[in-house]
């Protein structure tokens, strides 16, 4: 799946840190170089603050907007190259008006990204316009991926790691041991060859001959012996069929540790279906596009132990562009398809009956209470046993939730009453009856 | 001599056996699922949901509904997914859902749910998201630039528009009126305009929304093609 490359984290990270400060160092200074050819460039009116430019950039333009690559909206590195000022004052405060008056180059543009109508920004001034001008010079950072690469290659002989000096132990103990038995040895060749005597100890019963002849411990042993294995064997025998900690390779690395940990995206925005459904349904990949149309890198947390990397991540999400069959530079559908074999976990037999939308809709249970905690799981892995047990144990456990269903309280006020009970759990409202769950 | 090979002999019996209990805890592969009893028990005879089978196309269980198949309980939706039809919808399309408490929770939950990552739990477009710079540039309810009306934001959840993608096979016709209503309250408190009033005529109307309820409650899953 994903081999180690990182092992050196501390002399890495700090050459890696020294990369990214350099890389930093020097886009900074080309911004201000690149902000000063734009008001060469374009030298109508005054210059622009990129710095200010990208506070309102990020605030307005990026949600279709993006410097490099085509949005929604047309890339907008070097735009003032393409069009004069005047013009884009216009098409920013009101591209609709300017394009009713018949401008040639407004209507291309429109025509260009299927007439999808930008946004008016009245509200912005000249000078706000020529700050995101201004901006749009930035040129492209150089990607750091080389400069970590070269560092990893060469962090790669250097410093043993833990696995290394294990291994290492583990030499030196057997090495020890071997010597042991080899000195032992020529000790008594010696000690025979000079006729030396020592004592042997036969005359001592074999302490093997002194148990076998003591009935009363052969017995004991035997019962504790017999014990032991009926527990193992119990314990064997109990865990077939159970896939507690199943956790397989996914064709795509989908991490819920970001989605649903980092990103705190509810599980139901993606599984719509355990809603009001009795499968909560694995995401159609429009589902995954309604954010990835957007986020086509991976910008978070790096986990270098693991490998998991920027790049990874970012390989991940190459991958289900090419399964849904998006252009990420065209920004639209190619109409190829591959569909994503994921594989699944959670099965129940099929002579069990469960329902999603009764647990998560009617009785308002977390998703966690039974898949565990998935917004810290990398990889995702089955976290209960889900046997008819570990079932049975929650609906003892478990008061049901009588808010706004008034067309039951009439018998759960009766069946409170047969029980004695304030609240009743499931298992008295019949949630142990076989055939709720086996039909 | 004899004495330390019976000795070399133990250590390799005990290595044998420390070796074999060792295989035996560490063998559970966390990569395959576990060993059954009665197969026959466990897998379904008829085809089960996500299952690989020969007989469909690329062995996928899962698939789009029969063209031209019509779910329960559904309404066509007559703006078409353009610019136009956008601004059709803003001027034309009203809402017949009753305006209750319950629908407005309802709303309200399934916003938190699908709309609230992105555009902030106030409707100011400080979702997670944005302030993890996932996105950006998403814009408040209030933004003067917009003419946000009941029409315009079903329409957008229907079909999306410009970098937010369709929420029609995630939610349902109702649902989506009702995450309307949390929205058209939401830019309400922003604008520091009074919130929607509530229907008074509870009769004829709850009829209506139970209509709603009842029919639309298949329709979800066979929307998915949208």
């Given at each position: ?6 092992r ?12 990214l400060?350099l890389?930093?160092s ?8 690149s ?5 060469e ?5 005054g210059?622009?603050?990129a ?8 605030a307005?333009?990026?949600a ?14 070097g ?20 394009i ?13 990204y ?16 020529d ?8 040129p492209?950072?150089e990607?750091?991926?080389?400069t970590t690469?070269t560092?990893?290659?060469g ?17 030196i ?15 008594r ?10 004592e042997?100890?036969e ?6 001959k002194?148990?076998?002849q ?15 294995s009926?527990?193992f ?12 900690g ?11 540790k ?12 993606c599984?719509?279906?355990?809603r ?13 596009m ?5 986020i086509?890198?991976?910008?978070g ?8 990397t920027k790049e ?25 398809e ?17 329902n ?6 009617v ?20 976290f ?32 409170s ?17 076989c ?5 | 001599m ?16 420390i ?6 805890v560490?063998?559970?592969?966390s ?9 026959n028990?466990?897998?379904?005879v008829?085809?089960e ?23 329960r ?9 353009s610019t136009?039809g ?11 859902l009753?305006?209750t408490?319950?629908h407005l ?9 699908y709309c ?6 106030k ?8 302030q ?23 329409h ?9 993608g369709?929420?029609?096979s ?10 309307t209503?949390?929205v058209?309250?939401?830019m ?5 305009e009074?919130?929607l009033e509530?229907s ?27």
């Amino acid at each position: 799946m994903i081999k180690v490359k990182f092992r050196n984290l501390p002399t890495q990270l700090s050459l890696l840190l020294l990369a990214l400060l350099l890389t930093f160092s020097t886009t900074t200074y080309a911004q201000e170089e690149s902000a000063e050819a734009a008001t060469e460039v374009a030298p109508a009116t005054g210059e622009g603050d990129a710095a200010a430019g990208k506070t309102l950039f990020n605030a307005n333009c990026a949600a279709c907007h993006k410097l490099y690559k085509k949005g929604v909206g047309p890339a907008l590195f070097g735009v003032g190259d393409k069009y004069d000022k005047e013009w884009l004052y216009s098409w920013i405060r009101n591209s609709q008006e300017l394009i009713k008056s018949g401008d040639a180059k407004a209507i291309a543009i429109y025509e260009e990204y299927n007439q999808s109508v930008m946004t008016a920004f009245p509200a912005l001034s000249d000078e706000d316009i020529d700050n995101i001008i201004a901006y749009t010079y930035t040129p492209k950072p150089e990607p750091t991926v080389a400069t970590t690469g070269t560092t990893n290659v060469g962090g790669d002989g250097e410093g043993p790691t833990n696995n290394i000096i294990l291994a290492a132990l583990a030499l030196i103990f057997l090495l020890l041991v071997v010597m042991l038995i080899l000195v032992n040895k020529t000790l008594r060749r010696i000690a025979e060859a000079n006729g030396v005597e020592y004592e042997e100890g036969e005359k001592r019963l074999p302490i093997w001959k002194a148990f076998a002849q003591n009935q009363f411990l052969v017995f004991v042993t035997s019962v504790f012996l017999l014990l032991a294995s009926a527990y193992f064997a119990y314990g064997w025998m109990m865990q077939v069929g159970i896939d507690q900690g199943y956790a397989p390779v996914q064709p795509i690395h989908y991490s819920h540790k970001i989605h649903a940990g980092a990103n705190q995206i509810d599980c139901n925005y993606c599984h719509s279906s355990a809603r009001k459904s009795k499968h909560s349904g694995i995401p159609s990949l429009n589902v995954c596009m309604n954010c990835h149309k957007n986020i086509a890198e991976y910008n978070g947390e790096e986990d270098l132990e693991n490998g998991y990397t920027k790049e990874f991540y970012t390989n991940e999400i190459k991958k289900l562009y090419k399964a849904v069959g998006w252009d990420e530079n065209n920004q639209a559908y190619t109409g190829e398809e591959e569909p994503v074999k994921w594989v699944r976990i959670h099965n129940l037999p099929d002579f069990a009956y469960f329902n999603h939308s009764q647990h998560v809709t009617v009785a308002g249970i977390e998703c966690q209470k039974c898949h565990g905690p998935v917004e810290e799981m990398e990889i995702m892995y089955q976290f209960s046993p889900l046997t008819m047990g570990w079932c049975i144990n929650c609906h003892r456990e478990t008061n049901v939730d009588l808010k706004g269903n008034e067309y039951y309280q009439k018998i759960h006020e009766e069946l409170s009453k047969k029980y004695g009970v304030d609240q009743l759990t499931i298992a008295q409202m019949g949630g142990l009856e076989c055939g709720k769950c086996h039909y | 001599m004899t004495k330390t090979t019976i000795n070399m002999k133990k250590a390799i019996h005990i290595s044998i056996v420390i070796i074999a209990s060792l295989a035996m805890v560490s063998c559970f592969d966390s990569n395959s699922p576990n060993y059954q009893y009665m197969n026959n028990m466990y897998e379904p005879v008829g085809y089960e949901t996500y299952g690989e089978y020969e007989i469909f196309e690329n062995e996928m269980e899962a698939k789009l509904p029969a063209e031209g198949s019509i779910p329960r309980g559904w309404m066509p939706y007559e703006y078409e997914n353009s610019t136009a039809g956008l601004e059709q919808a803003r001027a034309e399309l009203k809402m017949t859902l009753p305006v209750t408490e319950e629908h407005l929770e309802r709303g309200e939950e399934l916003y938190e749910i699908y709309c609230a990552v992105c555009h902030g739990t106030k409707g100011d477009g400080q979702g997670i998201l944005m302030q993890r710079e996932k996105f950006l540039g998403i814009p408040s309810y209030a933004d003067p630039g917009r003419n946000i009306t009941e029409g315009s934001i079903y329409h957008v959840q229907m079909y999306g528009l410009n970098s937010m993608g369709s929420y029609a096979s995630q939610t349902n016709e109702l649902e989506r009126w009702q995450i309307t209503q949390h929205v058209m309250n939401l830019m309400a408190a922003l604008k520091g305009e009074p919130a929607l009033e509530l229907s008074s005529d509870s009769e004829g109307e709850a009829e209506v929304a139970g209509d709603m309820t009842e029919g639309e409650a298949e329709t979800v899953e066979t929307e998915e093609t949208n």
